[in-house]
């Protein structure tokens, strides 16, 4: 079975901190994302990667950025965390190839920024 | 025109009912489509991919209508455990956009 973690469930923060979300998958894919989700919204993509050391900006790459030093790992950095960046974050894994290879999620961090 | 659109619902239905959601789309080269369930505090899951007409799975039945630009998911004989958010799914060039999704309540 495919499995994507993520490093808290729960997450409380104050603004102006940096936060660091991590996302590890043990499946060997090549390509990982970061979504956001929140109610009325759905799934927003922050950010993207095919391949180690490699990234690219998703619908809402503001305030964010993200690291992709190995293969399994894909950490989302908030720089300086603020209010509206409270939300449900979703990490996804998928094989490489066409955007329609199945996603595989992690359970969710759910950030609170005071 | 949002890329992708569904009712948010909720359905509220009860059990043995049949029930459908529609999604419409805006991008009329899209090719796949996808529904994804995603239980309360759960993360989603692929339930259903649909590359031609239509595709059924069991209960589940999903349903592409390329010149109206719409998908629909139909569940027959709905169980409490089919309770959850339904999210309609489109690639785009190299991402897939979802949906805000359609919740369904199933109740005894």
């Known amino acids: 079975d495919v499995k994507v973690t993520q490093s808290s469930r729960y997450l409380v923060k104050r603004t102006g901190e940096k936060v660091f979300l991590e996302c590890v998958q043990d499946m060997d894919h090549e390509n990982m994302f970061w979504y956001r989700q929140d109610p009325g919204l759905g799934l927003r993509l922050i950010y993207f990667s095919y391949d180690v050391k490699m990234k690219e900006k998703g619908d809402i790459p503001e305030g964010y950025s993200v690291s992709r030093e190995k293969k399994e790992r894909f950490s989302l950095i908030l720089e300086s965390a603020s209010t509206n960046q409270t939300s449900m974050y979703l990490c996804?894994?998928?094989?490489?190839?066409?955007?329609?290879?199945?996603?595989?999620f992690g359970p969710g961090t759910r950030l609170t920024v005071l | 025109r949002k890329e992708v659109e569904q009712d948010p619902g909720p359905f509220n239905v009860p059990e043995g009912a049949t029930v459908a959601f529609n999604c419409t789309y805006s991008n009329s080269a899209s090719q796949s489509f996808f529904w994804y369930r995603q239980d309360c505090r759960k993360e989603p899951k692929l339930l259903m991919s649909v590359y031609s007409s239509g595709n059924e799975d069991g209960r589940f039945t999903a349903q592409l209508n390329r010149a109206s630009q719409y998908i629909s998911l139909l569940i027959r004989d709905s169980k409490l455990s089919d309770s959850a958010t339904y999210l309609c799914?489109?690639?785009?060039?190299?991402?897939?956009?979802f949906g805000t999704g359609t919740r369904l309540q199933v109740f005894p």
């Open positions: 996804a894994s998928s094989l490489p190839g066409p955007p329609g290879n199945e996603q595989f």
């Open positions: 799914v489109v690639p785009r060039t190299d991402k897939l956009i």
